[in-house]
């Protein structure tokens, strides 16, 4: 593991409540600034780097991108003073996991146990807003028929169904159909029934 932050006293802080209170031991290595944090991710393999967007050198979102070029499989818990707004930038980037430098003794160790075991840590206000700008995005984009029509289509009914229950022509569902497609951005039913049960 890699603990990537400019300050001293956050990086031998954080050191010592991971070696003495996590459920499993753990090699913990250093870096002091952006330059020193590729250098090691180039020379050893960690399975986690707990980093911080303002390290001396950041590239801030950029990181991303850069150090998993390195290190395809490695997982990033970002740390930092920023609120879940930042956070979700971070995580469209393709972090793992991101907890604020607020974060009780029992978050931290909640977000570790939480990456190892389940692959990512997102806190839940992050997770609800995550959900709902996910919702936004997508389904705001389409007029009250066509709203209408998806969700009568990822309720699993057909073209023929939907014309006879809205009194419409079987050839006016496909057209709503397209158009839902190409706004949604998918190519199937199937996607349709994800974004379906995100809003729910």
Same mark, same amino acid.
């Given at each position: 593991m890699l603990i990537a932050d400019g300050l001293y006293v956050v990086r031998m802080g954080t050191a010592v409540l991971l070696e003495t209170k996590l459920k499993f031991p753990c090699n913990i290595d250093f870096a002091e600034n952006y330059s020193e944090t590729k250098e090691k991710i180039s020379a050893n393999q960690y399975d986690l780097i707990i980093l911080d967007t303002d390290i001396p050198g950041s590239i801030f979102k950029s990181m991303v991108k850069d150090l998993k070029k390195k290190q395809k499989n490695l997982k990033i818990l970002i740390f930092s003073i920023y609120d879940e707004n930042v956070g979700i930038q971070y995580i469209e980037e393709g972090v793992e996991g991101y907890l604020n430098k607020d974060a009780s003794e029992s978050e931290i160790l909640k977000s570790i146990h939480a990456l190892f075991d389940e692959g990512y840590y997102y806190p839940s206000k992050m997770m609800n807003k995550l959900l709902t700008s996910k919702e936004n995005n997508t389904v705001e984009k389409l007029s009250k028929r066509e709203l209408q029509i998806f969700k009568l289509l990822a309720e699993g009914h057909g073209n023929i169904e939907i014309s006879n229950s809205l009194d419409l022509k079987t050839s006016t569902i496909s057209t709503y159909k397209k158009k839902i497609f190409e706004k949604l951005q998918v190519?199937? /039913? /199937? *996607?349709? /029934?994800?974004?379906? *049960?995100e809003m729910h």
């Amino acid at each position: 593991m890699l603990i990537a932050d400019g300050l001293y006293v956050v990086r031998m802080g954080t050191a010592v409540l991971l070696e003495t209170k996590l459920k499993f031991p753990c090699n913990i290595d250093f870096a002091e600034n952006y330059s020193e944090t590729k250098e090691k991710i180039s020379a050893n393999q960690y399975d986690l780097i707990i980093l911080d967007t303002d390290i001396p050198g950041s590239i801030f979102k950029s990181m991303v991108k850069d150090l998993k070029k390195k290190q395809k499989n490695l997982k990033i818990l970002i740390f930092s003073i920023y609120d879940e707004n930042v956070g979700i930038q971070y995580i469209e980037e393709g972090v793992e996991g991101y907890l604020n430098k607020d974060a009780s003794e029992s978050e931290i160790l909640k977000s570790i146990h939480a990456l190892f075991d389940e692959g990512y840590y997102y806190p839940s206000k992050m997770m609800n807003k995550l959900l709902t700008s996910k919702e936004n995005n997508t389904v705001e984009k389409l007029s009250k028929r066509e709203l209408q029509i998806f969700k009568l289509l990822a309720e699993g009914h057909g073209n023929i169904e939907i014309s006879n229950s809205l009194d419409l022509k079987t050839s006016t569902i496909s057209t709503y159909k397209k158009k839902i497609f190409e706004k949604l951005q998918v190519k199937n /039913v /199937v *996607d349709l /029934v994800r974004i379906y *049960d995100e809003m729910h």
